[in-house]
């Protein structure tokens, strides 16, 4: 996507073998910074820090860390290194799948018994593989989702808004995004199109990175508070709702950025169409209930205090806004139920929130 004049994917190598380069999104949208990875610890921390976030793409920067792993190693033990680092990295963020997905698809190609250097060699192609295979699914995800976009155009004649929540795009992405590739397409396409845009608390990825890359892209959009979504919905501004998935069970149930439950019932309610755009790294096709995904409980500190951008300084500054001891919850994700998802948008096609629609997209 661009930056400027400029072409960027979320993550990707230079001349330097041992570098991995990633945009550093807790900057955004005051800074435009640009990290280097060295080593697996590295990747953990980007990881866990969210200095990359979103499934597919810290499925993409595991399996560079795994790459890393092998590459850093000096020691005759240098499998166990990497075993060692696949276990880390697994653990980093427990409710997107695609960082699971990711590790496990390099692990299986690991072969102790054979030298670093074909190793080295075959995680390099394997993690630049996966980044790319992500690529690919993110803009067929768009091409499909399209025809979404198309319909209410073709019926309407006037500009399609589009609620979103959380940031399900480019930066959530290696490239596109899942729930804005459709939007970039239509764009580009001369549709006219508009994004109501949930700021998404705690952390802002909405008003914070979403905004930023539609802004960058010239896409039309307004930032709302969260809550401001069902009354848009009741007075007919939206026309249709897509976001992500951080993991989806084979029977159609969401995990997503905690609040995208309330906006199902919402659209469910005003009977406003309810898309979920998913790659199939997405997709836990070991899992059928909902209530079995393990759902992240984050730091207080991201509810007890918000980051902003200070006017005077014209630097980065995070202030208190609870009262000292004030107690906090902070889930990371909710679940949406199939019953209330009108679709999956994949890259194989959109199809049903239920195996039987699953199935009939990806087989067994």
Same mark, same amino acid.
């Given at each position: 996507?661009?930056?400027?004049?400029?072409?960027?994917?979320?993550?990707?190598?230079?001349?330097?073998?041992?570098?991995?380069?990633?945009?550093?999104?807790?900057?955004?949208?005051?800074?435009?910074?640009?990290?280097?990875?060295?080593?697996?610890?590295?990747?953990?921390?980007?990881?866990?820090?969210?200095?990359?976030?979103?499934?597919?793409?810290?499925?993409?920067?595991?399996?560079?860390?795994?790459?890393?792993?092998?590459?850093?190693?000096?020691?005759?033990?240098?499998?166990?290194?990497?075993?060692?680092?696949?276990?880390?990295?697994?653990?980093?963020?427990?409710?997107?799948?695609?960082?699971?997905?990711?590790?496990?698809?390099?692990?299986?190609?690991?072969?102790?018994?054979?030298?670093?250097?074909?190793?080295?060699?075959?995680?390099?192609?394997?993690?630049?593989?996966?980044?790319?295979?992500?690529?690919?699914?993110?803009?067929?995800?768009?091409?499909?989702?399209?025809?979404?976009?198309?319909?209410?155009?073709?019926?309407?004649?006037?500009?399609?808004?589009? %609620?979103?929540?959380?940031?399900?795009?480019? %930066?959530?992405?290696?490239?596109?995004?899942?729930?804005?590739?459709?939007?970039?397409?239509?764009?580009?396409?001369?549709?006219?199109?508009?994004?109501?845009?949930?700021?998404?608390?705690?952390?802002?990825?909405?008003?914070?990175?979403?905004?930023?890359?539609?802004?960058?892209?010239?896409?039309?959009?307004?930032?709302?508070?969260?809550?401001?979504?069902?009354?848009?919905?009741?007075?007919?501004?939206?026309?249709?709702?897509?976001?992500?998935?951080?993991?989806?069970?084979?029977?159609?149930?969401?995990?997503?950025?905690?609040?995208?439950?309330?906006?199902?019932?919402?659209?469910?309610?005003?009977?406003?169409?309810?898309?979920?755009?998913?790659?199939?790294?997405?997709?836990?096709?070991?899992?059928?209930?909902?209530?079995?995904?393990?759902?992240?409980?984050?730091?207080?500190?991201?509810?007890?205090?918000?980051?902003?951008?200070?006017?005077?300084?014209?630097?980065?500054? $995070?202030?208190?806004?609870?009262?000292?001891?004030?107690?906090?919850?902070?889930?990371?994700?909710?679940?949406?139920?199939?019953?209330?998802?009108?679709?999956?948008?994949?890259?194989?096609?959109?199809?049903?929130?239920?195996?039987?629609?699953?199935? $009939?997209?990806?087989?067994?």
């Amino acid at each position: 996507m661009r930056i400027g004049e400029t072409h960027y994917r979320t993550i990707w190598m230079e001349d330097d073998p041992g570098v991995i380069k990633v945009i550093d999104q807790r900057s955004l949208p005051f800074e435009f910074r640009i990290r280097a990875l060295r080593s697996a610890s590295d990747a953990y921390h980007a990881i866990t820090h969210m200095v990359v976030r979103g499934a597919p793409l810290i499925g993409a920067c595991a399996a560079f860390g795994l790459y890393l792993a092998a590459y850093r190693s000096k020691k005759d033990n240098w499998c166990e290194e990497v075993k060692e680092a696949g276990d880390s990295l697994v653990s980093a963020r427990p409710t997107a799948v695609n960082l699971k997905y990711a590790v496990d698809l390099l692990m299986e190609k690991v072969e102790c018994a054979g030298s670093r250097e074909s190793m080295i060699k075959e995680l390099f192609h394997l993690a630049h593989r996966f980044a790319e295979d992500e690529v690919i699914r993110s803009k067929k995800i768009g091409e499909h989702g399209l025809s979404l976009i198309q319909g209410i155009y073709e019926k309407t004649q006037g500009p399609v808004n589009i %609620l979103t929540h959380c940031n399900a795009g480019w %930066l959530a992405c290696v490239d596109y995004g899942t729930a804005t590739a459709p939007i970039y397409l239509a764009h580009d396409q001369g549709i006219p199109v508009h994004v109501w845009v949930d700021e998404t608390r705690p952390r802002n990825q909405g008003a914070r990175l979403t905004a930023y890359e539609l802004g960058e892209h010239g896409v039309p959009h307004t930032v709302i508070v969260d809550n401001a979504g069902g009354h848009l919905m009741q007075k007919g501004k939206v026309d249709l709702v897509i976001v992500g998935s951080d993991r989806t069970t084979r029977t159609g149930n969401v995990a997503n950025k905690i609040g995208t439950y309330l906006k199902a019932l919402a659209a469910s309610d005003n009977g406003i169409p309810f898309y979920v755009a998913l790659p199939s790294s997405s997709i836990d096709f070991k899992l059928a209930q909902g209530e079995e995904i393990e759902i992240e409980n984050r730091e207080d500190v991201e509810v007890s205090h918000m980051e902003g951008w200070d006017e005077e300084t014209q630097k980065s500054a $995070s202030i208190r806004i609870l009262p000292v001891g004030s107690r906090v919850v902070n889930p990371g994700f909710d679940v949406t139920p199939a019953r209330l998802v009108s679709g999956l948008i994949t890259e194989k096609g959109i199809c049903d929130a239920s195996e039987e629609g699953i199935r $009939s997209m990806f087989g067994k």
